[in-house]
């Protein structure tokens, strides 16, 4: 007997749509392995028509009042907060992340991340008009872009769709917004919660491909793409941008130094570091997945965290016992075990290291030492539940190891040394640092990284203005 499959649709100008031409994307459940919907695989008339849509409500939304987009915000949290069991099973269904995990780690922060937003449409900072020029005065004027291309990753399909439409929205833009491939149900939940609040095409969502996300970004009408994904999906966004001019936005990988010294609580440092490098099954791009510990307590440090993994325990999402469900797909298995596969002769795997179960996309909590600098697995983002341990001599190799990669975007400090904190903070090349702890966020910080990790922050004041653009009116005072 063949169960039949759930179909999602697009959502565009206010309704439900297959793709124009009907072809449709398995969507698979990485608990189990099977395809659990169909989900559209959009082509360029289903993006040409979100586009008209978003650009036709643009006027109208761009000329709301700040107090009118706060409104419709808050809104948007009363509702996701009311439907916040649904969204959890549809996340969960999504990634195969724990549910109870899901309802308390990530439906708080999202809510709490809309309302900063709609307070935020308020409070547009800007220089005070003035005289700069005999017989003139100048005002500066904070504008929306107009409509934005938004492309979301599957490692928090939920809450990187908030920090992409709340931020627009709010700045009074309209968008139409991506998932990715692998997890469209919770964005078409989003779709049906949002779409009774606001106006038609002011928020659609398009489904498909990464062919779909690159028509969305090739399309003349978006005046802006923001992306959070992988370097190479960065750069093309970025090369196929620089074609009209559009701004761009991206978040992309990290690969964040966990730099421990010899003077920490061992066993606490220990502690919350496996939880802020398996938590989400690793799948995060500031996980504290690459740890450089002071060579004197390096032994140490490698045996409690082996017997922290040993501790740990993936499983199914209504297990209220684990910390983390299965990797997000196939391909990604296939990366982290890959990487393990090719690890060098002079590396130890010291826990973990293989899949957990023949059915899903499970991984074991792994911790792998002995490693170099120029190792693969040092150098590249693994994406999963994997944490590497280097040894350091003295402040100044910690900093030589913990910036000598592409990435930048997330790193932490483990001391008790107020001042070595400080010198560390400032010389890290990140673009956030945690000092005696990893991983946390709040919506009025900014997040985002350097080099290879991307351009563009997310969260606070900062991503908000990311959304705007600057005018300069000068007015005549001789009538």
Not at 345 to 353: Q, S, Y
Request: net charge negative; aromatic share 8%.
């Amino acid at each position: 007997m063949t169960t039949e499959l759930r179909r999602l649709r697009n959502y565009i100008n206010g309704e439900f749509r297959d793709a124009v031409d009907g072809r449709t994307i398995e969507v698979v459940d990485p608990t189990t392995g099977d395809a659990y919907a169909t989900s559209p695989l959009s082509g360029k008339a289903d993006v040409d028509a979100a586009m008209e849509a978003a650009a036709a409500a643009f006027p109208a939304w761009r000329d709301t009042t700040p107090a009118e987009r706060q409104k419709v915000l808050l809104k948007i949290a009363d509702a996701f907060e009311e439907r916040a069991e649904d969204l959890i099973a549809a996340e969960s269904e999504n990634t195969g992340k724990p549910i109870e995990l899901t309802r308390t780690e990530e439906i708080p922060p999202m809510v709490d991340q809309i309302r900063f937003f709609a307070g935020a449409a308020r409070m547009l900072e800007g220089r005070s008009a003035g005289e700069y020029m005999d017989g003139f005065t100048s005002i500066v004027r904070r504008e929306p872009v107009g409509v934005c291309a938004q492309v979301a990753p599957w490692n928090y399909p939920m809450m990187m769709a908030v920090w992409k439409f709340a931020p627009a929205l709010a700045a009074g833009n309209t968008v139409v917004l991506k998932p990715s491939d692998t997890t469209p149900a919770s964005t078409v939940l989003m779709a049906e919660i949002i779409g009774v609040i606001v106006p038609k095409g002011v928020f659609n969502v398009i489904c498909g491909d990464r062919d779909s996300g690159r028509a969305m970004v090739e399309h003349p009408t978006p005046a802006m793409a923001s992306i959070t994904g992988s370097v190479r999906a960065g750069m093309q966004v970025a090369e196929s941008a620089a074609r009209d001019l559009k701004r761009v936005h991206l978040e992309l990988g990290g690969k964040a130094p966990v730099v421990v010294f010899e003077d920490v609580d061992l066993a606490k440092a220990v502690e919350d570091i496996a939880v802020a490098g398996y938590f989400n099954a690793g799948q995060d791009c500031t996980a504290a997945t690459r740890v450089l510990v002071h060579e004197s307590i390096h032994d140490e440090f490698v045996t409690a965290l082996a017997k922290a993994a040993a501790d740990t325990k993936t499983g199914a999402p209504d297990d209220e016992d684990v910390l983390y469900g299965p990797l997000n797909n196939a391909r990604q298995l296939q990366q982290v075990s890959g990487f393990i596969e090719r690890l060098p002769a002079h590396a130890r795997v010291e826990a973990g290291g293989h899949r957990v179960g023949e059915k899903g996309y499970f991984y074991a909590p792994t911790v792998v030492s002995g490693l170099k600098q120029d190792d693969e697995i040092i150098q590249n983002e693994v994406f999963g539940p994997v944490i590497t341990v280097q040894s350091f001599t003295d402040e100044a190799q910690a900093l030589e190891y913990a910036n000598g990669v592409e990435f930048a975007l997330a790193s932490s400090v483990w001391t008790k040394d107020h001042a070595r904190a400080m010198r560390m903070s400032k010389a890290l090349d990140f673009g956030c640092v945690w000092i005696n702890t990893h991983i946390p966020l709040v919506a009025e910080m900014p997040h985002g990284g350097f080099k290879k990790s991307g351009y563009g922050k997310d969260l606070s004041a900062y991503g908000f203005d990311d959304y705007t653009r600057i005018k300069h009116v000068m007015t005549s005072l001789d009538g």
